[in-house]
Every structure is written in structure tokens, then in C-alpha cells.
């Protein structure tokens, strides 16, 4: 059975920083395509960050390129996300997504790229 989990959200100031981590469970294969999105109330879900978890350069959205980082953890399938100097306009509910799949260059900013997805947590930025 897949499970994609995230954690790391919670409310924080301008200007400061979180840490999301994610973990897809239940692939067959060592590697993945894996995404961060995110989606504010009344807006459509948006594209952040992604990456394949085997190796190669991760891509950005530009809205987060300079402050957002996504990274590759140790254990199988597993990243994080890096965000710092958070603005009010990063509150959103942060979604994992992941596919046991090679990506590479814009792929990983595809909603359509995944087939599985995260139950989401929640990021809070006020002013």
C-alpha cells in the first residue's frame, strides 16, 4: 500500500523559516519523482518544487526559486523542503506528491506527473 506523509507545517512570522519533510512508502523501486505543491483558499493547487529522489537537478517555481529548497533525504524516497524567508502570500496547505517514476527538468511541476499524493499540512505566515 503507498502512503505519502508529510509533516513539518505550523505558523510562523514573516521572514522566518520551516522545514517540510515527506516520505512516499510502498514503491517497488528505489526511486521516485517527487513534487511540492501547494494550494490557498479559493486558488487552484500550485506547483513549488520537485525532484527525482535517484539523482539530477531539482526544479523550481520561480515565485519560490531564491527562498525554497528541495532536497533528497537518506532514507528511500524521502524529501524535504527548505523554505525560508516566508512571506503572508506562503499560506497555503503544503501537499507531497510522488510517482515511482524517473522526471527530470519541468516534469516534476506537473499535478498530472503524480499519482499519489499527500494528505497535506499546513502552512501559516502572518504579516
Known amino acids: 500500500q503507498v502512503q505519502v506523509v508529510e509533516s513539518g507545517g505550523g505558523a510562523v512570522q514573516a521572514g522566518g523559516s520551516l522545514r517540510l519533510s515527506c516520505r512516499a512508502s510502498g514503491f517497488i523501486v528505489n526511486y521516485s519523482c517527487m513534487g511540492w505543491f501547494r494550494q490557498a483558499p479559493g486558488k487552484e493547487r500550485e506547483a513549488i518544487a520537485g525532484?527525482?529522489?535517484?539523482?539530477?537537478?531539482?526544479s523550481y517555481d520561480d515565485s519560490v526559486k531564491d527562498r525554497f529548497t528541495i532536497s533528497r533525504g537518506s532514507a528511500k524516497n524521502t524529501v524535504y523542503l527548505q523554505m525560508n524567508s516566508l512571506k503572508p502570500e506562503d499560506t497555503a496547505t503544503y501537499y507531497c506528491?510522488?510517482?515511482?517514476?524517473?522526471?527530470?527538468?519541468?516534469?516534476?511541476?506537473?499535478?498530472?506527473?503524480?499519482?499519489?499524493w499527500g494528505q497535506g499540512t499546513q502552512v501559516t505566515v502572518s504579516s
Open positions: 506528491a510522488a510517482d515511482p517514476k524517473f522526471c527530470r527538468e519541468s516534469t516534476p511541476l506537473h499535478v498530472r506527473t503524480y499519482e499519489y
Open positions: 525532484i527525482y529522489t535517484g539523482g539530477g537537478s531539482p
